[in-house]
């Protein structure tokens, strides 16, 4: 009867700590996803701006 209760703790512990491990895993890759989601954005306002604005050089 011990042996079961304690292999049932066990159990209870590494599925917990798996747990762990999938809520990281789901977390970084909503920050990567996120992350490359503000670079995409940054480098089409970068390019609008560069379309929008004209240069002050002097073409000759």
Do not use: F
């Not at 042996?3 to 970084?28: E, S």
């Not at 996120?34 to 050089?57: H, L, Q, Y």
């Amino acid at each position: 009867m011990t042996m079961k209760l304690l292999r049932t703790l066990l159990m209870i512990a590494l599925a917990l700590c798996l747990t762990g491990c999938a809520v990281v895993t789901v977390v970084d890759a909503a920050v990567t996803v996120a992350a490359t989601g503000v670079k995409v954005a940054a480098k089409t306002v970068g390019a609008v701006a560069d379309a929008v604005i004209p240069d002050d050089e002097d073409e000759e």
